[in-house]
Structures are given as structure tokens and as C-alpha cells.
């Protein structure tokens, strides 16, 4: 059997090179891999690194070294520029994004308060998961402007993002199939090097999650759905971002377990996370919802609390089954 390894990437910025280095996690680097490098450590570690938390499949492999040429370079001394209200935790304006000749999202606006719950509603093909990879720069804008918390944020590299205070529970999950629960658990703890409050990260997790507790040492791959999609929020949750985006969290469970989702997520609002929920269950994410926006053709074609949007006509003709 293969061994099992947990692997980090770190970016390396030596000049105008950037290196991604895999090192096991919570380590310092081994000697093996000091050998690796052509630049004295000291200089290595006064530069921020990464964990590609976006892309777990990346993340999860056991190469030594990866030369990325097409890593887009950081000016870590770029002033943010103040382009929101304070009040305002995700700003996007003006969004495009084409696949080839196909314009997938065609010029979209919408916001997200600080403290909020706002959700993206729309049917398969929408645009939703397009829409949140773009604003998290996994697929490329063709037009438009995203803000967080005040600071444009429509060229930062996805592996940036992640460190602002932003995360996103992709569609599907993707949580370290191999892994044992708490091993994704600890991956989702990237940027903290302090094992004792880790240690009570996790712990608190394991309250949130009481299932996720009895399955520690369980290969998260034979998760049951709805046990993964909480691994899924319980591993961004490590991350203590400011604003958690989740895509389409309800998929594939059954009804008892979304509307144990939809709890959680409440809960973890009232915590003081502000979140971006995409989804095609209109009647549960309206339901906790301050508002909503409904997503069509790559169109926003109505907004309002999510109590309007429930109410409305035509939301309740094509989402609500009449
Ligand atoms: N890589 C791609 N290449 C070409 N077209 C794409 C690509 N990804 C998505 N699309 C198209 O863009 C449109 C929006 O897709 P997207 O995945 O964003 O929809 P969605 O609202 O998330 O749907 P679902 O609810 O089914 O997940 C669809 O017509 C889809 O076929
Ligand atoms: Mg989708």
C-alpha cells in the first residue's frame, strides 16, 4: 500500500520565482526537502505561504517540488484600494465570464452585508457555481469588479483569496477522500501554526459537529453525503473565515439531513459569519435567507429579502412547484 502522506504546498517567492514546495503539515521543512532549495531558508520563511485549499486535488499530491511558471505574481505592497461601504463584505459589479464563444454570467451585480445570509437561487445551468469560482479567481473574469471588505479583489490569484478571510465549500464537496476526518480537518487549519489552538479549533468542530466527532479516524471517502458535506464546512470552518461561501451544501442529501444543513449554517451565521449560499433549493435557503438574489441565464432577474423572493410569483411558478 501506498503510504499515506499529508502534504501541503507553500509558495515560494524568491524574486521573481515562485516555487510551490509540498512539506508535510504542521512540520517545519525537512532536511531533505532544505536540500531541495537553491535559497537560504531564512529568506523562505519571512514569505507568506499557501496551502492550495481551493484545489485539494493539488494539494493532496505527493510531489516534492512544483516549478508553477504561470503563478501570477503578488505585490505583497499593493494598497488596498477602499472601493465598498464598511458595511458591505463581498462587492461584485459588472461580472462577466465567458467559457470560449459562451457568455456563462453576463453582467451581474449583487452584494453581501456584513452578517448577512444572501443566496444565489437558480436552476441547473445557471451560472451559480460559475459565478462563485470567478469571484474567487478559479475561472477568469472577462468584465467586472469584486470587492471584499473594501479591497478590489478582481485580479488576486485564487491562493491569495484564500488568506483574506474568504472561503468557499465547492460544489461536490472535495474533501481529501483518503484522509481520515480529522486529517481533513487539519488541512483546513493552513494558515495556523499553533498546534494548541488548532488543537481547540478542531475540539469546537467536533461540538458543531457531534457526528464528525464519533468518525475522527474514519477514511473521509466512505463518509456517508451528508457526513462529508459537513467535513466539507467543518474544514473551511478551521479557517475561521469572514465570509463562508457554500455551493449548493443541500445537494444530494436527503430531507432529514438538509434541513440539519440548513440549521448549521443558521448557527454558523449567528456565530458572526456572514454568508454566500448558492442554491436550487429555493424554499429552504430563502427560508434563511436576509436576501436573495434569482440567477438566470447568467442573469439576475429579481432580488429582494428572502421572505419577497418566497412570496413572489414567479419565484414560487419555477422554484417553489407553484
Ligand atoms: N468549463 C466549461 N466550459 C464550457 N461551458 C461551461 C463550463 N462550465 C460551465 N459551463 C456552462 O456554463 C453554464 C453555467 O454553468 P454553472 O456550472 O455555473 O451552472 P450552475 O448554476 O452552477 O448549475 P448547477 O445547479 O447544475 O450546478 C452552463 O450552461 C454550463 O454548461
Ligand atoms: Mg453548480
Redesign the pocket.
Known amino acids: 500500500m501506498k503510504e499515506r502522506k499529508i502534504v501541503e504546498l507553500k509558495l515560494i517567492s524568491t524574486d521573481k520565482k515562485y516555487t510551490f514546495l509540498a512539506v508535510p503539515v504542521n512540520s517545519n521543512f525537512v532536511e531533505k526537502e532544505k536540500e531541495n532549495l537553491d535559497t537560504p531558508l531564512n529568506e523562505i520563511q519571512s514569505v507568506p505561504e499557501i496551502i492550495s485549499q481551493d484545489v485539494p486535488e493539488i494539494a493532496s499530491q505527493d510531489a516534492p517540488e512544483i516549478d508553477s511558471q504561470d503563478v501570477p505574481e503578488v505585490s505583497l505592497q499593493d494598497a488596498p484600494e477602499r472601493v465598498t461601504s464598511e458595511q458591505e463584505i463581498l462587492k461584485v459589479e459588472g461580472l462577466e465570464v465567458n467559457?470560449?464563444v459562451?457568455r456563462?454570467i453576463k453582467g451581474i451585480d449583487f452584494h453581501v452585508n456584513e452578517g448577512e445570509i444572501v443566496t444565489l437561487i437558480?436552476a441547473?445551468?445557471?451560472?451559480?457555481?460559475?459565478t462563485m469560482q470567478s469571484i474567487v479567481g478559479l475561472i477568469p473574469k472577462a468584465a467586472g469588479k469584486v470587492a471584499f471588505e473594501g479591497t478590489d479583489i478582481t485580479k488576486t490569484p485564487c491562493h491569495k483569496i484564500a488568506h483574506l478571510g474568504m472561503t468557499q465549500v465547492p460544489?461536490g464537496r472535495r474533501i481529501f477522500q483518503e484522509l481520515t476526518v480529522y486529517e481533513n480537518l487539519l488541512m483546513g487549519a493552513y494558515s495556523n501554526k499553533d498546534k494548541a489552538s488548532i488543537k481547540a479549533d478542531i475540539e469546537e468542530i467536533y461540538v458543531r459537529f457531534p457526528r464528525l466527532a464519533e468518525r475522527k479516524n474514519q477514511i473521509a471517502g466512505t463518509l456517508s453525503g451528508g457526513e462529508q458535506q459537513m467535513l466539507a464546512m467543518g474544514r473551511a470552518l478551521m479557517g475561521h473565515p469572514r465570509l463562508l461561501m457554500l455551493d449548493?451544501p443541500s445537494m444530494g442529501l436527503s430531507p432529514l439531513l438538509v434541513d440539519q444543513v440548513f440549521e448549521i449554517i443558521k448557527d454558523i451565521n449567528k456565530g458572526g459569519t456572514t454568508v454566500l449560499l448558492v442554491e436550487?433549493n429555493a424554499g429552504k435557503s430563502l427560508a434563511i435567507s436576509d436576501r436573495a438574489y434569482v440567477l438566470e441565464n447568467g442573469e439576475i432577474v429579481l432580488t429582494g429579502t428572502g421572505k419577497e423572493l418566497s412570496e413572489s410569483e414567479m419565484v414560487r411558478k419555477a422554484y417553489l412547484g407553484g
Not at 124 to 130: D, E, F, I, Y
Request: overall charge negative; proline content about 0%; hydrophobic content about 20%.
Open positions: 467559457y470560449g459562451i456563462a437558480g441547473n445551468g445557471a451560472g451559480k457555481t460559475t460544489e449548493e436550487q
